[in-house]
């Protein structure tokens, strides 16, 4: 790709992203004087500096919650929606080099938050600044928008929503290429009912991932075994402990997983008589989809219904169930509850709303998209269709916005892992996608 528009900021917004990675911003709720710890609140205020130096016009929400950057003119205004928050870099020894200090090495920059979402928002920055740098100028208002608690539960961007404008069309650099114009709601739950006197259990895996482990420890461990050899159920057993195994993906790829979880219930529910094994049993163990509960649930746009069964608390006081449900963008949210609370009651089990996000749907044949699909097929003769998915990023947080970029096809999706990182490549090209994707939105012909 000829960088025509960026190739002058390139080595400028690598170093703005080394400092952004070095501020190690993860959530950390127990500091009384900010929401969500001092690293994001020192983060976000850098961020803003780093607009200030551009010459955008910074506001920043008194109790810390969100900040935005602004420049030009006029009523419409164009949105670029980042988060600054990250993952924390749980075992940092396993890392080649240290999580907060950006390499460059491979032909990568290594460091957490070089692909989510700290490298593409400075990958979008910097194509802005190039474009003002070359004289275009902006026909309408572009307000970059930072969110710090997207990897948790999004209050950032709520506390923005409540207080501030609307965008009239925007982008979030926070997915794939060539963009994603559809993503199903994201429903998270539990299911809780009695305990028991006869087994315990500790599963507390988070609820957007696919269980690939599930212990047990129980008095019953060489009956359990013998179950699970029937089933063909793949385990191994350390003294005391069974652990069944299955292979760990995001919950939005349910589909593609092998959920221990529920293969371990199924077994345990010959054992034991409970009512919250009985019900995973019965309705999710051989079907991610629920059809038993909610029947066939599926649009052309998004896919079908998918069920996660995440984790599982049984105490001698009560049992917890967590599920994880990515609702096709034109199902009823609402008529899937009933219909899931009065199963679960026939099972003495009770309903209970954990988080909800409705899903996002800009059509295809709309300005912004055919925009964005025709500025990426030129740069890169990519043909590939928009996507829908099931996952979630800020685009659902406003109308008519879509998730575009940074991931490029054939990269790998390092995010949360160990040694995240984004090729050297995918970073310029995505500087220069967004230059034009800007150009062609935002300047004065």
Request: proline share 4%; glycine share 8%; hydrophobic share 35%.
């Amino acid at each position: 790709m000829d960088y025509q528009l960026t190739k002058n900021h390139q080595e400028p917004a690598i170093e703005t992203l080394r400092q952004w990675v070095a501020i190690p911003s993860v959530l950390d709720e127990n500091d009384a004087e900010t929401p969500f710890g001092q690293p994001i609140q020192e983060m976000l205020e850098f961020a803003l500096k780093t607009c200030q130096e551009m010459g955008m016009e910074t506001y920043i929400d008194p109790e810390g919650y969100y900040g935005y950057a602004e420049m030009g003119q006029g009523e419409e205004l164009f949105g670029v929606l980042c988060h600054l928050d990250v993952v924390p870099a749980l075992n940092p020894d396993e890392w080649t080099t240290p999580p907060f200090e950006m390499d460059i090495r491979d032909g990568a920059l290594f460091g957490r938050g070089t692909q989510d979402d700290k490298g593409p928002s400075i990958a979008a920055l910097y194509a802005l600044k190039a474009l003002l740098d070359q004289g275009h100028e902006l026909n309408k208002r572009v307000r970059f928008i930072f969110g710090t608690d997207e990897e948790n539960l999004w209050r950032g961007l709520n506390r923005y929503n409540e207080k501030e404008e609307q965008v009239t069309m925007g982008i979030v650099p926070d997915s794939s290429f060539p963009l994603t114009y559809a993503e199903k709601g994201l429903l998270q739950l539990h299911i809780t009912g009695p305990g028991s006197d006869a087994f315990e259990m500790e599963n507390k895996g988070a609820l957007n991932v696919v269980p690939d482990k599930a212990i047990y420890k129980g008095d019953k461990k060489d009956e359990l075994v013998q179950i699970l050899e029937d089933l063909g159920y793949k385990y191994q057993v350390d003294g005391e402990t069974l652990t069944v195994l299955g292979k760990s993906v995001h919950s939005k790829d349910s589909l593609k997983g092998d959920n221990a979880l529920t293969h371990l219930i199924e077994g345990m529910s010959e054992l034991y008589d409970h009512p919250v094994l009985k019900f995973v049993k019965d309705h999710f163990a051989k079907d991610v989809n629920g059809k038993s509960i909610f029947g066939e649930v599926e649009d052309q746009a998004s896919g079908s219904l998918t069920c996660n069964i995440a984790n599982l608390e049984v105490t001698a006081e009560e049992s917890k169930l967590g599920i994880d449900m990515r609702i096709p963008v034109t199902a009823d949210k609402d008529q899937l509850v009933e219909q899931l609370a009065k199963v679960a009651k026939e099972y003495k089990l009770k309903y209970n709303e954990f988080d909800y996000l409705a899903s996002l749907y800009v059509p295809v044949d709309s300005e912004l998209v055919t925009t964005l699909l025709k500025v990426y097929r030129d740069l890169t003769g990519d043909m590939t269709e928009p996507i829908s998915s099931g996952g979630a990023t800020f685009a659902r947080t406003m109308k008519n916005c879509v998730a575009f970029g940074a991931l490029q096809e054939g990269v790998e999706d390092t995010m949360h892992q160990i040694d995240e990182r984004m090729p050297l490549d995918n970073f310029y090209q995505t500087m220069e996608i967004y230059a034009h994707a800007l150009k062609a939105l935002v300047t004065k012909a």
